[in-house]
């Protein structure tokens, strides 16, 4: 079935420096690829989609692109701020229908000043 | 972006109570929605889907008899521990779509401990 597999955290970086979770997938066909936020306290955020091959997804400095011959979607920022901590989640959807998402298991980020 | 509320937010039970989650859409209409649990440190897990109007369909190894799954309408859907043990102490989220490959909107979460 399909899976998500996320790198394990958690991550602690200084302000203003590069950001990169990897995220990579095991899906059948074409299945649409999500970052999701969950800043404390509060509930998932979609962050950015992309729903085909070589597409990038963009949102609030963040970006990643869907690499079908890597099975990757990883998730990178240019220059994070304190305001960034929080826990990312890579998450998938099938193809067909209106299917739930499948989540990897999450990488918490901590920004220091 | 769309609005999805949960209430009650937090709910401490003695084992062997019934609880009640409740999961509405505020301002768009939910087709389908989605109820995870997620354990600490751990990925949200899919417990079932809900169709309006439908009966839920539910994850492999989730008992349907325990959790109760209503969506009556399409602005909200209802889970219902029934009988709850410590073991069911977690946190459960509900997401909501508006239909065919819609972005899915997610609830603040509902931590339940059961004593």
């Known amino acids: 079935g399909n899976s998500v597999t996320q790198m394990e955290g958690p991550v602690t970086l200084s302000e203003e420096a590069f950001l990169t979770i990897n995220c990579t997938y095991t899906?059948?066909?074409?299945?649409?690829l999500f970052w999701y936020v969950q800043y404390p306290g509060e509930g998932l955020q979609l962050l950015l989609k992309?729903?085909?091959?070589?597409d990038k997804g963009s949102n609030k400095g963040f970006e990643a692109t869907y690499r079908k011959e890597t099975t990757s979607f990883h998730l990178e920022k240019g220059s994070v701020q304190v305001s960034d901590s929080a826990v990312y989640f890579c998450?998938?959807?099938?193809?067909?229908?209106?299917?739930?998402?499948?989540f990897g298991k999450g990488t918490r980020l901590s920004v220091i000043a | 972006g769309a609005v999805v509320s949960q209430h009650p937010s937090r709910v401490i039970c003695k084992s062997g109570t019934s609880v009640k989650i409740e999961c509405r859409s505020l301002?768009?209409?939910?087709?389908?929605m989605f109820w995870y649990r997620q354990f600490p440190k751990q990925s949200l897990m899919l417990m079932a889907t809900?169709?309006?109007?439908?009966?839920?369909?539910?994850e492999q190894g989730v008992e349907k008899d325990k959790f109760l799954i209503n969506h009556a309408s399409l602005t909200l859907s209802t889970l219902t521990v029934t009988s709850a043990h410590p073991e069911d102490s977690s946190f459960y989220i509900c997401?909501?779509?508006?239909?065919?490959?819609?972005?899915?909107?997610f609830g603040p979460g509902t931590r339940l401990l059961v004593l």
């Open positions: 997401s909501a779509s508006g239909g065919q490959q819609e972005t899915q909107y």
């Open positions: 899906a059948t066909g074409y299945p649409s």
């Open positions: 992309a729903t085909k091959a070589d």
């Open positions: 998450a998938l959807r099938g193809s067909s229908g209106n299917t739930p998402l499948v």
């Open positions: 301002d768009f209409q939910a087709t389908t």
């Open positions: 809900s169709n309006e109007g439908s009966k839920a369909t539910y």
